[in-house]
C-alpha cells in the first residue's frame, strides 16, 4: 500500500511538474488519468497475486483482465499525449515494443503510464 501511495504522489508531481502551461481542465484530466493508471497497477498486481495463491481459472481470467484495461489505458494516454494513434501504439505492443521504448520514442516520461515506481517487480508484465 506504501508503493502504491508513493506511485500515486510521484504520478502528481510529474503531472504537476511536466504540464505547468496547461489549462486546468487539462490538468484535471492528467490527474484523473494518472489516478486511473495508479487504480489499475492496484488491481492488476491484486488480481495476479490473487491467481498466484490460488491458480484457479477464474482468477486467472481476472487478472488478465486487469492487464488487458490497463494496457488499454497506457496505449490511450500514450496515444494522447504523443499525437499519434492508438493503432501506431498497438502495433508497437505487437512488434514487442515494451512500454519504456515506447516513451523513448515518444520523449515521454514513463512515469506518466505508471512506470518505474515497481521496478524490479513484474505486477505489471511489461
Do not use: F
Amino acid at each position: 500500500m506504501a508503493r502504491i501511495k508513493t506511485l500515486a504522489g510521484a504520478v502528481l508531481l510529474v503531472t504537476t511538474v511536466t504540464v505547468p502551461t496547461a489549462y486546468a481542465s487539462d490538468v484535471e484530466d492528467v490527474v484523473e488519468v494518472a489516478s486511473d493508471i495508479v487504480e489499475l497497477i492496484r488491481e492488476v498486481s491484486g488480481a495476479r497475486h490473487r491467481y498466484e495463491d490460488n491458480r484457479s481459472e477464474s482468477y486467472r481470467r481476472e487478472w488478465l483482465e486487469q492487464r488487458d484495461r490497463l494496457e488499454e489505458l497506457r496505449t490511450d494516454e500514450i496515444s494522447r499525449l504523443a499525437g499519434v494513434s492508438r493503432g501506431a501504439i498497438r502495433d508497437m505492443r505487437s512488434r514487442d515494443y515494451g512500454w519504456d521504448a515506447i516513451c523513448d520514442i515518444y520523449h515521454i516520461n514513463p512515469k506518466r503510464i505508471g512506470l518505474k515506481a515497481h521496478q524490479g517487480r513484474d505486477d505489471d508484465d511489461d
